[in-house]
């Protein structure tokens, strides 16, 4: 399916909310057509490799995983996408645009937000308990040992040799039983920091919730901090603040650093400053 044949789907569903016009910005995404209407709303569709619209399936799944979430965050002021899931045969989900932008650095007030807002996303559903979680840890660690030989190996990585060999080491002295989590819980798994909102320092929104899992490991969300403020203050930070039943920091700090050294290594030619806060 074509953008232009996503646009008409929308407009021949959508124009008893937007009479007479309907004015399209096309925001892209992956495997999605997402586009911005009138300024205002959003309007995303799922589509596999071929370009084939994906079964209502998965914007059910979104929906209801937005509704686990929402009434808890809106009651300290934090929007998520509320989605008009009115037709649920309908191929796209649509909901108002979550206002603020990303923050590239955090202050403590902010960092004591981004954590109380975490501890509410990551209260347990059910209570779930990790069975066996080696198979996880095991991949998350080739695959980043896997784009650490990269960026070494990279010609434009080569003055940053150094990084590479201490990412190498770090990443050989881990074992998988050091990598396994203590409990699973909802995760958002995408909570990169163009996907945290603020406005003044306070935190309004919280998009593209696609990824979200009711059971998985916290610390694929904890990484995002890490690559932003560093490992020291980052220990300061989850020392004081609450976490997940059975979760120690120790343990949550080793993953984290996992997770946030896997997105600074293969975000093209590497993020250094994202690399070198979770080496430090």
Request: proline residues 5%.
């Amino acid at each position: 399916m074509s953008p232009e044949e996503f646009k008409l789907i929308v407009e021949s569903n959508l124009s008893k909310f937007f009479s007479p016009a309907i004015n399209f910005e096309k925001l892209g995404g992956r495997q999605q057509c997402t586009f911005r209407i009138n300024g205002k709303w959003i309007v995303k569709g799922y589509f596999d490799g071929n370009g084939n619209n994906v079964s209502s399936n998965q914007i059910i799944k979104l929906t209801n995983v937005l509704q686990n979430v929402r009434y808890s965050l809106n009651k300290i002021g934090i929007t998520i996408p509320f989605i008009r899931d009115e037709h649920r045969q309908l191929p796209f989900v649509f909901y108002e645009e979550v206002p603020g932008k990303p923050a590239g650095e955090f202050t403590d007030v902010m960092i004591k937000e981004f954590l109380t807002v975490l501890d509410i996303i990551h209260t347990p559903v059910s209570g779930q308990r990790i069975t066996d979680e080696s198979k996880n840890a095991s991949h998350f660690l080739n695959e980043t040992k896997k784009a650490c030989q990269v960026f070494c190996e990279s010609e434009v990585n080569k003055q940053y040799l150094d990084i590479g060999i201490k990412c190498k080491t770090f990443l050989d002295t881990l074992t998988l039983k050091e990598l396994v989590p203590d409990v699973l819980v909802p995760v958002h798994k995408d909570l990169a920091t163009s996907n945290v909102l603020w406005n003044n320092k306070k935190m309004t929104g919280i998009i593209d919730w696609d990824d979200y899992s009711l059971a998985d490991d916290p610390a694929q969300d904890y990484a995002t901090l890490l690559r932003v403020i560093g490992c020291k203050e980052f220990i300061q930070h989850i020392n004081i603040m609450p976490l997940p039943e059975n979760e120690k920091p120790e343990g949550l700090l080793l993953r984290s650093k996992l997770y946030g050294l896997r997105a600074g290594l293969m975000t093209g030619k590497g993020d250094l400053r994202m690399i070198g806060n979770c080496l430090e």
